[in-house]
């Protein structure tokens, strides 16, 4: 081949390939990417998020998103970093990341928006003026959701502080995406997991249907009624699909009634332990099971707004157990014998209603409930265990345990 050839050869070969990578352009250009916004993005929960994010298992292993990173400017250095280095990680499915610290340009055309911690500006002084703060940036960001989001926008709000309150707030200024904004319930459900996890000796991933009921991040009851366990070490064994209620391998009635209560009445009050990684895993796994559906059989907890599910009052958000299907969440109203008492229902939901009255400006100060019920001793023995494919339980267990648990 003589080198003039070669030199057509390699021209034609050139433009071909310029031509193939402008047609790829235009390809991507009509398939619009998955527009995401994080509020207080300068934060470590964001940092642990992205990357999870860009993986593809939250959206799929085909679906690219743009990450909309949106700040105040004191955070725009920051802001810059994670950009700069999500950049040179260079993530397949990652077609684009910017920022924005102009608030009024905030949720343009957002699909998803995930909603962190807000730093309060100023001092604090008091509960009632907390809980106050919250209501200015919800009522300005469910004005923006209204007015720059996608119709179909999803909303999850995750965090430690008011976060039932916040979904509310935000419902409120944007009625018309109402039903897709949820509270992210699952950390608090995994501290609950791995405390059971640690008393059993097993891992928390074999422990499943833990549902969390009320104030996420204050006033809730864990409940272990249809807590099951799987893979368990123990006398009776069978194939991976067969579990054991958790509450008849746990002997000790003193740790289930007291001990695992003040533990995760702990961790909620002090917020230790549910640090960035819990956070952004928990908002991940819930965003997952939104898009995808939740596995099948599986309890997972929620904050929603109450319409009267399970004896809720109506207007409150309220955690309680759901599942995903089909890309949106149905209450399990189904379930049997998950009563909640009325002492423990109006101790879980008369915090929330004052967080909103004082919120709203409609109460003055904020009454913390005292509860009258005593931790009482009401754990079932178990009974003794029975060959392999009976369960060692008794009928009226599932009945009997609902007050053992007061958060």
Known sequence: MTTELMKLIAQENLETHKEKELEEETRKDL?????????SASGRVCYNLIPILTSGEVFGMHTEISLNLLGNKQAEEDLHIIMTEM????????????????????FRQAHVI????????????SLEDCIRSRLPPC???GYLIEKNAHDSVRVIVGGKTFVNLKTFLLMRYAPNVAHNIIAVALGVEGQA????????????SCIKNVIVWGNISGNNYIDLRKARIYRYESAIWGPP???RPVL???FDSEWVNRQYVETLKKLTATGKQFGAILAAHSIATTLKYWYHGSPPGEIVSLGVLSEGQFGIPEGIVFSMPVKFENGTWVALTDLKDIEISEPIMTRMTSDLIQEKLVALGDLISFQPYQSAVNLL???PQPTSEKPFGQEAINDSEDKSVEEQQIN
């Open 139 to 141: 009522r300005l960001y």
């Open 114 to 125: 995930i909603i962190l911690d807000e730093n309060t500006d100023g001092e604090v002084y």
């Open 248 to 250: 008849s391998l746990i």
């Open 193 to 204: 997991r791995a405390a059971l996890a640690r008393k059993l000796r097993t891992t928390p």
């Open 87 to 106: 950049r040179d990680l260079v993530a397949p499915l990652l077609r684009s990341i910017s920022i924005c610290t102009q608030v009024e340009d905030a």
């Open 241 to 243: 699909n067969y579990s």
């Open 377 to 379: 001793d009401l754990t």
């Open 31 to 39: 398939i619009q990417p998955l527009q995401v916004w994080i509020t």
